[in-house]
């Protein structure tokens, strides 16, 4: 499978599905992006808690392309066509985990 080698975030290849949820040809953000959407793909989104039973709420950077600046309370992001859904998740909590 060929793996995203750009610095471009639009040139990442996504992993995606038809309407039945069947994996096709991963394709790159910025064709599942444009609207009208018709093409699915995954994403991968983790809830963290505290033993208080807080659960951790991140900023979207002001540059993303949706929902620019906006609370949310997961971390994640769309899963590129090489990472199954439980090497993704070890990605995006290392990542979330290691950043001040």
């Known amino acids: 499978m060929e793996q995203n080698t750009?610095?471009?975030p639009s040139e990442e290849l996504l992993k995606c599905f038809?309407?039945?949820g069947n994996v096709i040809e991963p394709q790159k953000r910025k064709l599942v992006h444009t609207k009208p959407l018709s093409i699915w793909h995954s994403v991968t989104?983790?809830?963290?808690?505290?033993?208080q039973g807080q659960i951790?709420?991140?900023k979207r950077a002001e540059t993303n392309e949706g929902n620019p600046g906006k609370w949310q309370t997961y971390v994640g992001?769309?899963?590129e066509g090489r990472w199954n859904y439980f090497e993704r998740r070890k990605r995006v909590y290392s990542y979330s985990t290691t950043k001040p």
């Open 45 to 51: 989104v983790i809830w963290m808690m505290n033993d």
């Open 18 to 20: 038809d309407d039945e």
């Open 56 to 58: 951790l709420c991140t």
């Open 77 to 79: 992001g769309h899963r």
């Open 6 to 8: 750009h610095n471009d």
